[in-house]
DNA sequence: GTCTATAGATTGATAGAC
DNA sequence: GTCTATCAATCTATAGAC
């Protein structure tokens, strides 16, 4: 099986992966169409034929992330845990994700900080909603079982987990030089850490 | 009274005004020591008896993000309030605070964002660990009274309530185009719902 | 030194053959 | 699905006027 001759199903996927270490490494302007072909073997025109455009295929390396992201939601799915051990799992999951994939993780910050309303809403429908909203579901579903305090809202929970794994992402390097940050290197004690404080913080009773 | 002359006391506070807003627009690369000078009013070379070098002067605009944050803490030192108000309180405040100025808040998230293990040290030690160190200090203080359970690092709760706004902040144009955010264009909301959840996540007993 | 004009290269995107 | 050929628009860099 060598992979001489696969002519369409890896097609795709080969152009993502090029267009993700790209743009990963300069970013959406500093990558041209051209340089994606080249790095995926193919010629410019196939790049088109398989994405509308160039910022389709940039929204399309973004998704990825959120695509790995569900995956993760999916190995979560099952009715063998707890609300707690499913929250926990999901958040330590997700920030181990955010960390392997340092550049596109990047990517998808530096787009929502810098985006406007227009742009905003088309990384919510075409990258980030389907991702949080399945978290957020996640969340109902204890909701609906009593694990959650009255009054709680589930999406602003959701919001929460994200803003604590983003924020370590971002602010490593900040955090390393900060005296007395324990958890600075220790993705799995920071995660552990943070669900220990908002799920007390949730709770019912 | 009239602002006609003045030669010293202000020059400093001009410059770095005047600085805020150009750096703010068009990010540290995109302006020149000679226009900040001219918007300000004052000589290039004037510019450069205040501030070193221009990074200094940039590191000098985002800390002034910083002082209104100490400012802030400074407002809920006294004694009257209880650890629980004065958390609420300050929360509420920052999260303004980083509305207010946008265009710095912006500043301090990219370069947080970007910066590698030197650049973030640079940070820490000019920019952002004294407003942070004093928020760890007004947590250990409750600690010290008995307001928090056993086992939570103060550092790790001024982590959240700082990785909250910031994501408020940060997000805001993803999360209004979310649906079933009921607090997206409203922060005090948001603030006193990620704080019920936080009091309660570290509250003793 | 500063601005304008312009030549040349490169860009994202399309058309049409295989 | 993939290619070659080609489009108009844009960027880069330089030449020359002031």
């Known amino acids: 099986m060598s992979a001489a001759a696969s002519p369409s199903p890896a097609g795709r996927e080969t152009i993502l992966a090029a267009a993700a270490e790209l743009f990963a490494a300069k970013g959406f302007a500093g990558v041209s169409v051209r340089e994606v ?39 979560y799915a099952g009715e063998r845990d707890g609300f707690e051990v499913r929250l926990r799992g999901i958040s330590r999951d997700h920030l181990q994700n955010i960390l392997a994939n340092e550049g596109v993780s990047r990517l ?42 009255g009054g709680v809202d589930p999406v602003l929970v959701a919001s929460l987990m994200v803003a604590a794994n983003v924020h370590f992402f971002q602010s490593r390097s900040v955090m390393r030089a900060l005296s007395g940050v324990a958890y600075a290197d220790d993705p799995e004690s920071y995660s552990t850490q943070v669900m220990d404080i908002l799920l007390n913080g949730i709770a019912s009773r």
């Open 37 to 75: 072909a080249e790095r995926a073997g193919v010629s410019k025109a196939n790049v088109f034929h398989h994405f509308s455009s160039k910022d389709t295929l940039y929204l399309a390396v973004l998704r990825s992330a959120v695509t790995r992201f569900e995956a993760l939601l999916d190995d």
């Open 108 to 149: 998808i910050i530096r787009e929502v900080l810098e985006s406007d309303v227009h742009r905003g809403q088309e990384l919510t429908e075409r990258v980030l909603g389907d991702g949080f909203n399945r978290l957020v579901e996640v969340i109902r579903e204890g909701r609906s079982r009593g694990e959650l305090r």
